[in-house]
């Protein structure tokens, strides 16, 4: 068997995603469901429920998840992989314990995870590892011989997931009216969370304020500039910004805040802006609710034009990095030698989180890390 189509010790993959209500019924259960535990103003439970109901009750999220399976089988096929692929959800059916149930019952017993996250965090990471860990707990509980789960290592700069981003700044400023594209931002987006949690995504020491989370993204918004310049010969400025911040309002989260930014520009005379959602894996509920409508009408009310840039979704290109994520890690744990694709200043993350990586505010056990009882 050729190098590149040998997936073992792997017998499948799990999509593991966040989920998303399907209907209006659906939205306060997945809002009790998310926000379990977790000490969310209700007053923002409302809002957010809002943002949904707008939608009819239906997040975007799902449908997103389906067309990416479709996309990960149609290449595990077109390039002979043998290796089937399963989908789990954090907070909505179909849910993580019942997909891993049914992966124990198909008799898979070596399971890699790509989580729809492509960023270090507690968010982003752990809370997927815990949640692994939750689910593995209740099956051993019920008696099954639960297999090994390994979560693939963060892609935010793998060339699979830029160039799609890449691709979608290029088509927003061209979308822009011409006389103020030359002249275009660029506002790197991504899901605002509590400082606290970002220095702790990965060691403030090696990675500067804001942690691994902030240097991760900074490395994106780099890499996306860099070749938008090169592309377009035209320079346009850029900065990381946040969205969605919830939480009390006496807690520190990372800032500025899109809206506040476009703000900013404005009153400094910037023409137009492209906001590039480079924090989300596809068009989620975030990305329709807070930057296509709220950023979007506040642009409107300032008359200041914007584009907002594709996410990755169910890009091809993205599914052949998860193909390729995927036989890279096999062959590391198979004790071969593996060259790690990424590009920009960081490198290839992790294959294994280590210890205290990422740490909750109450530590719970977390798989598919060094210290996990799992792997
Ligand atoms: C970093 C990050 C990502 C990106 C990485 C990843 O993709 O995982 C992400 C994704 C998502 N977040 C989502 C939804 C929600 N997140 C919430 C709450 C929170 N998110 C946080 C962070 C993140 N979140 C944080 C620090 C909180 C507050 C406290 C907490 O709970 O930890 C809440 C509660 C209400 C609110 O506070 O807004 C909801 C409903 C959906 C589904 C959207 C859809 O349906 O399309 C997705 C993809
Ligand atoms: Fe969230």
């Given at each position: 068997m050729a190098e590149q189509l040998d997936t073992s010790p792997y017998d499948a993959l799990l999509l593991l995603s966040f989920g998303g209500p399907e209907g209006p019924d659906d939205v306060v259960p997945f809002l009790e469901n998310v926000t379990r535990g977790r000490g969310i103003p209700t007053e923002r439970l409302k809002e957010v429920g809002q943002h949904y109901f707008l939608f009819g009750g239906v997040s975007p999220i799902n449908g997103q998840n389906r067309a990416l399976l479709d996309a990960l089988r149609g290449d595990f096929a077109e390039h002979g992989l043998d290796l089937p692929v399963y989908w789990g959800n954090r907070n909505w059916a179909p849910y993580l314990t019942d997909t891993l149930r049914e992966m124990a019952a198909d008799g898979r017993r070596r399971v890699a995870v790509l989580a729809t996250s492509a960023y270090a965090s507690y968010s982003g990471c752990r809370q997927y590892r815990e949640n692994l860990?939750?689910?593995?707990?209740?099956?051993?509980?019920?008696?099954?011989?639960?297999?090994?789960?390994?979560?693939?290592?963060?892609?935010?700069?793998?060339?699979?997931?830029?160039?799609?981003?890449?691709?979608?700044?290029?088509?927003?400023?061209?979308?822009?009216?011409?006389?103020?594209?030359?002249?275009?931002?660029?506002?790197?987006?991504?899901?605002?969370?509590?400082?606290?949690?970002?220095?702790?995504?990965?060691p403030v020491e090696a990675h500067g304020e804001g942690g691994a989370y902030v240097a991760q993204h900074l490395d994106v918004a780099r890499l996306i500039a860099d070749a938008v310049r090169e592309e377009t010969g035209a320079e346009h400025p850029w900065r990381l910004v946040y969205q969605s911040r919830s939480g009390a309002p006496h807690i520190p989260w990372l800032e500025p805040d899109i809206c506040d930014?476009?703000?900013?520009?404005?009153?400094?005379?910037?023409?137009?802006?492209?906001?590039?959602?480079?924090?989300?894996?596809?068009?989620?509920?975030?990305?329709?609710?807070?930057?296509?409508?709220?950023?979007?009408?506040?642009?409107?009310?300032?008359?200041?034009?914007?584009?907002?840039?594709?996410?990755?979704?169910?890009?091809?290109?993205?599914?052949?990095?998860?193909?390729?994520l995927v036989v890279e890690r096999a062959a590391a744990e198979r004790g071969r030698e593996v060259t790690r694709c990424a590009l920009g200043a960081l490198g290839p993350g992790h294959d294994l989180c280590p210890v205290g990586c990422c740490p909750a505010r109450a530590p719970k056990p977390a798989a598919a890390g060094a210290d996990s009882v799992y792997a």
């Open positions: 860990a939750e689910a593995l707990a209740t099956l051993t509980a019920e008696g099954i011989d639960v297999p090994r789960v390994d979560k693939l290592r963060h892609y935010f700069n793998h060339p699979g997931f830029l160039r799609p981003m890449i691709d979608g700044v290029l088509a927003s400023l061209a979308d822009l009216p011409e006389d103020v594209r030359a002249g275009a931002h660029i506002a790197f987006t991504t899901h605002s969370i509590p400082v606290a949690a970002a220095d702790t995504s990965g930014h476009l703000e900013e520009l404005h009153g400094q005379g910037v023409p137009a802006v492209v906001m590039a959602p480079i924090g989300f894996v596809s068009d989620h509920m975030e990305v329709l609710y807070d930057l296509d409508t709220e950023a979007t009408a506040k642009a409107a009310e300032l008359g200041l034009p914007v584009r907002r840039s594709a996410t990755v979704g169910a890009d091809p290109r993205f599914a052949a990095a998860v193909r390729d």
